[in-house]
């Protein structure tokens, strides 16, 4: 058996170590918010935080979890009211929509860091999280946005 800590709840799970976390997380547990984008770690689009890094958890064993707190997107906040949830729905940040949790995920990563990011930063930080319809300018956009909301009302 398995014993995870994923967004504050734990699991034990009948898994064999070497599954990926995604899969475990969406197959077996049912939090479908995390992404399958390209299975190799190059999408960015399964990004889930572990001991508060981002990790791409489609190439991520669950024995890695192991005694580590995971949270994924369904976890970032309780009602949907992280800094970065607020500001992706003001901007109307999303097209298609399929990357955006997995870029929310490396956003909060960089802003639990980073109060006021650059765009050098946030370049950085955001490296290998693919978005196919384009939406960068406006995750850009959003990512200040939610520093701002998260300087004015911090936590």
Do not use: F
Not at 10 to 35: A, C, H, N, Q
Not at 77 to 83: A, G, I, K
Not at 103 to 115: C, E, R
Request: proline share 3%.
């Amino acid at each position: 058996m398995i014993k995870l800590n994923i967004n504050r709840k734990s699991y034990e799970l009948d898994v064999d170590p070497e599954t990926p976390l995604l899969w475990v997380l969406r197959d077996v547990i049912g939090l479908v918010g995390t992404k399958y984008g390209c299975g190799v770690a190059q999408c960015g689009a399964c990004v889930v935080h572990l001991q508060g890094q981002a990790v791409r958890s489609c190439v991520t064993k669950v024995s890695r979890a192991v005694g580590q707190e995971v949270v994924t997107i369904e976890g970032l906040s309780e009602n949907n009211d992280h800094p970065l949830q607020k500001a992706w729905l003001e901007l109307d940040v999303s097209q298609c929509g399929y990357c955006q949790a997995g870029q929310i995920m490396s956003a909060a990563v960089l802003l639990k860091g980073n109060k006021n990011p650059t765009d050098k930063d946030i370049d950085s930080a955001m490296e290998g999280n693919i978005c196919r319809c384009g939406t960068y300018l406006r995750i850009h956009k959003a990512i200040h946005l939610a520093a701002e909301i998260q300087r004015k009302n911090p936590k």
